[in-house]
C-alpha cells in the first residue's frame, strides 16, 4: 500500500458481464484501469528559539538555542506525524551569528539542514530572534580631576571607573575591546572661567550603553571647580619694570 510521498500507479480489477453478438451468451470479462494516485508532502514548521537574552558584553554560554517541530493534530494536513521524527544532517545549522562585543538588538537565529528519512515533509524554516540588550552601567568621578586652575581653556571632569550591576562582565576586559566616551550636558564654552559648576553626564557615545537605573542615579551630577590663576609679581630695581608670572 503507499504509504510515503510520491506518484503512484494503481491498477483497479473488476469483473464484468459481456455479451457477446453471435452467439448471445453472457460471460464474465476481466478489465482493467489504471489510476493515477497522488501523495503530497505534508507541511511541517521548525521555529528556531533561545532561550534567554544576554547584555552587551555577556557572551552566549548561559544561552540555549534550540528548535520546536510543529506537530500534527487531530484532522490536520501538517505537521509531523506521530512516530515519524526529523533527523539533523551533517550540514545541519542553528546559529544567531552573534559574536562577544558586537553590538546590541536582535539577532536572527538561522536554522537549516533538517530532513526525514522517507522525504514526507516540506520542511518550512521559522527562524527565531535572539536579544542582546544595551549594558546599564554606572560609573564614578575620578575625585582628582573635580577641582583644576584656570587655564584659559576649556577644561570638564573626567570619571574614574565604570561598574555594572549585570554578573558575567568583565569590565576591564570590556574597557580593553570596546571604545566609549561620556557625554556632558554643561555647555563645553562655559567650563573655561574660574568657578564653580554643576556638570552632569546625561550618557555614552557608544548606544551600546545605558544607565544603570536600579541603583542610584545621583552619580551622574558633580560639582566641578576652576579656581583662579594665582599672579606673583616682583619689581625690578632698574628702570624698566616687569611683570614675573
Not at 580631576?145 to 584656570?150: A, P, W
Not at 552632569?200 to 560639582?223: L, M, Q, V
Amino acid at each position: 500500500k503507499p504509504k510515503h510521498s510520491g506518484i503512484y500507479i494503481a491498477k483497479i480489477y473488476r469483473m464484468v458481464d459481456v455479451t457477446t453478438e453471435d452467439r448471445g451468451v453472457t460471460q464474465e470479462k476481466e478489465e482493467i484501469y489504471n489510476v493515477r494516485l497522488n501523495i503530497n508532502k505534508r507541511q511541517v514548521i521548525v521555529s528556531s528559539y533561545a532561550d534567554k537574552f544576554i547584555y552587551f558584553g555577556q557572551d552566549t554560554s548561559d544561552v540555549t538555542f534550540g528548535y520546536d517541530i510543529e506537530q500534527a493534530l487531530e484532522g490536520s494536513d501538517r505537521g509531523l506525524v506521530a512516530g515519524d521524527e526529523l533527523k539533523e544532517s551533517s550540514s545541519f545549522v542553528l546559529d544567531a551569528g552573534y559574536k562577544k562585543y558586537q553590538t546590541y538588538g536582535v539577532c536572527t537565529i538561522a536554522i537549516s539542514g533538517l530532513y526525514d528519512v522517507n522525504d514526507n515533509y516540506e520542511i518550512i524554516y521559522n527562524p527565531g530572534e535572539f536579544h542582546v540588550k544595551q549594558l546599564p552601567i554606572s560609573f564614578s568621578w575620578d575625585t582628582s580631576s573635580l577641582k583644576t586652575t584656570y587655564s584659559g581653556k576649556y577644561q570638564r571632569p573626567s570619571i574614574g571607573t565604570y561598574s555594572t550591576s549585570v554578573e558575567g562582565v568583565d569590565m576591564t576586559e570590556l574597557l580593553q575591546n570596546v571604545n566609549f566616551n561620556a557625554i556632558y550636558d554643561t555647555d563645553t564654552t562655559k567650563l573655561i572661567n574660574a568657578g564653580l559648576y554643576d556638570v552632569t553626564c546625561t550618557g555614552f557615545d557608544n548606544p551600546n550603553f545605558i544607565f544603570d537605573e536600579s541603583i542610584s542615579i545621583d552619580y551622574k551630577d558633580t560639582a566641578f571647580e576652576i579656581e583662579k590663576c594665582k599672579v606673583n609679581y616682583s619689581w625690578y630695581t632698574d628702570t624698566e619694570q616687569k611683570l614675573i608670572f
